[in-house]
Each structure stands twice: as C-alpha cells, then as structure tokens.
C-alpha cells in the first residue's frame, strides 16, 4: 500500500538454461495497492489478499494491540532519526505511531505510547487516546 513504492522492471524467470522466460504466475497483494497496478498494468494475472485492515494506533508491530514492543520500536526510530539516520519505519508503522497527529513519530508519540501500554495494559484501565493526551 505503500505510494511511493516502484517497481521498476517486468519480471523475468531465469530457467535452468539461463534463457529468459516471461513471468506467468499469479501477483498477489492487497486490492487497490502498488501490486494491483502493476499487475493490470503489464497483463498479469491478480489474486487479492484482501484489503488492508484499519490502522490501530499505537500498533507498529501490526498485531492489533499497543504493545511494549510497538514502544521499543518508536523510541528507537525516533532516535535514529534524532542522530541524523535513516527513516526505520515503513509507511504504515509511521502512521500507526504518530499519535499526536502532527505526521511524525516524535518523543510526545512514544511518551503517549508508553503512558497508553502502561495505563491499559499494566494497570488494567481503558483510557483512550484523547484521555491521556489531556493529562
């Protein structure tokens, strides 16, 4: 789903031989994505895997619960790119940890983050987002 993927070449098998063969199998990806476009696009057969399910705040790991490993992974890309490094988040990760809405995963989204495991899941509360963000 990501928009800024390229894919930049037709596929092409290499047989035992080492003459090249067209690719003829089946491209399978989310409906509506980068894969979809592709495949119509040069003529290849399409299976969908679905659509791609709804972003769960705080969910980087995509296991559809804010855990101390969803966290981990904030805190580390945010220092990263504090120190000047490459982004370390896909698309889809940077949108499930910006919290604050302000289009990065800053030390506010990881300090929300860690405020949300802790409250919901450690102390057993059901505090929203909106709930922590005014405390």
Same mark, same amino acid.
């Given at each position: 789903?990501?928009?800024?993927?390229? &894919?930049?070449?037709?596929?092409?098998?290499?047989?035992?031989d080492?003459? @090249?063969?067209?690719?003829?199998?089946?491209?399978?990806? /989310?409906?509506?994505?980068?894969?979809?476009?592709?495949?119509?696009?040069?003529?290849?057969?399409?299976?969908?895997?679905?659509?791609?399910?709804?972003?769960?705040?705080?969910? &980087?790991?995509?296991?559809?619960?804010?855990?101390?490993?969803?966290?981990?992974?904030?805190?580390?890309?945010?220092?990263?790119?504090?120190?000047?490094?490459?982004?370390?988040?896909?698309?889809?990760?940077?949108?499930?940890?910006?919290?604050?809405?302000?289009?990065?995963?800053?030390?506010?989204?990881?300090?929300?983050?860690?405020?949300? /495991?802790? @409250?919901?899941?450690?102390?057993g509360?059901?505090?929203?987002?909106?709930?922590?963000?005014?405390?």
């Open positions: 789903m990501n928009p800024n993927c390229e &894919i930049v070449s037709k596929p092409i098998i290499y047989t035992v080492t003459k @090249e063969k067209p690719f003829e199998g089946t491209i399978r990806g /989310y409906s509506g994505s980068t894969a979809e476009a592709y495949a119509k696009k040069y003529g290849y057969k399409f299976e969908t895997i679905g659509t791609p399910a709804e972003t769960v705040l705080g969910d &980087i790991t995509g296991d559809s619960a804010v855990g101390i490993e969803d966290v981990q992974i904030a805190l580390k890309s945010y220092t990263a790119m504090v120190a000047g490094l490459p982004e370390t988040l896909t698309a889809a990760q940077k949108k499930a940890g910006d919290i604050t809405g302000d289009g990065t995963v800053s030390a506010d989204d990881v300090q929300l983050m860690l405020k949300y /495991y802790t @409250e919901n899941t450690a102390a509360k059901k505090l929203t987002w909106a709930d922590l963000q005014k405390s």
